[in-house]
């Protein structure tokens, strides 16, 4: 049984460019959510996708946009590249439909780093 | 953005040691999580609490959701190496559509 697994590992850009993050969720999951991780700090939260639609956000620009599909995989897209957007960013995946559980199951992360 | 406090920040300790820490929030929340974070990976989710007051057991860990709903605490008896690493609370106000806020992490280090 698969679990969270997200592309690529590492990533590096420079300021200005977009970026495009990848999360496939554990196996029988619909919900994905992505957080973004600074150097020692605990993760805060972007936002959450459920049934191909933006179902919660944090305090995030708009320069952060994501999208899922309907196999439920997800993306995470960043326009316009700053330096403050270099972190590990993380997705979770949870499965909500019929009052399942909604524990959240991590990958592994992406490393971004702005230059 | 919001995030809960954990204290200690960090901690060292001698192997077989008792460890404590504690999440404190100014919001109320339904649910208290507390998730294991190895370097090069994600959290990993450790103990869930539903319900204020609750106590719940996994292994060597105890974990309880407080009674004002604004804080938890976790529990490690008779630490181990593996035991190594950072442990995030957090929070969630509603259902599973509700945003989960971590707290700043307590990094362990377990002395052998």
């Known amino acids: 049984d698969a679990g969270v697994t997200q592309s690529p590992t590492h990533l590096i850009k420079t300021r200005g460019q977009q970026v495009t993050l990848r999360c496939s969720p554990k196996?029988?999951?619909?919900?994905v959510s992505w957080y973004q991780q600074a150097l020692g700090q605990g993760p805060q939260f972007i936002f959450q996708?459920?049934?191909?639609?933006?179902?919660q956000r944090g305090n995030f620009p708009d320069r952060f946009s994501g999208h899922q599909f309907p196999n439920y995989s997800s993306e995470l897209n960043v326009n316009a590249l700053l330096l403050g957007d270099s972190a590990l960013y993380l997705c979770?995946?949870?499965?909500?439909?019929?009052?399942?559980?909604?524990?959240?199951?991590f990958g592994p992360g992406t490393r971004l780093t702005v230059l | 953005g919001q995030q809960l406090n954990q204290s200690p920040q960090s901690m060292f300790i001698q192997e077989g040691e008792d460890v404590s820490m504690n999440c404190t929030s100014s919001?109320?929340?339904?649910?208290w999580l507390w998730y294991k974070q190895d370097p090069g990976e994600g959290p990993v989710l450790l103990i869930a609490l539903y319900k204020a007051g609750e106590l719940t057991s996994n292994g060597r860990l105890t974990a309880q959701f407080g009674i004002t709903r604004k804080d938890s605490f976790l529990n490690i008896s008779a630490s181990i190496p593996s035991d190594v690493g950072i442990y995030f609370c957090?929070?969630?106000?509603?259902?599973?559509?509700?945003?989960?806020?971590f707290g700043t992490g307590t990094k362990l280090q377990v002395i052998p």
């Open positions: 979770a995946s949870s499965f909500l439909a019929g009052g399942g559980t909604d524990t959240q199951y």
């Open positions: 196996s029988g999951h619909d919900t």
């Open positions: 957090a929070g969630r106000s509603g259902g599973g559509y509700q945003k989960v806020t």
């Open positions: 996708y459920y049934e191909e639609e933006e179902r």
């Open positions: 919001s109320i929340f339904n649910t």
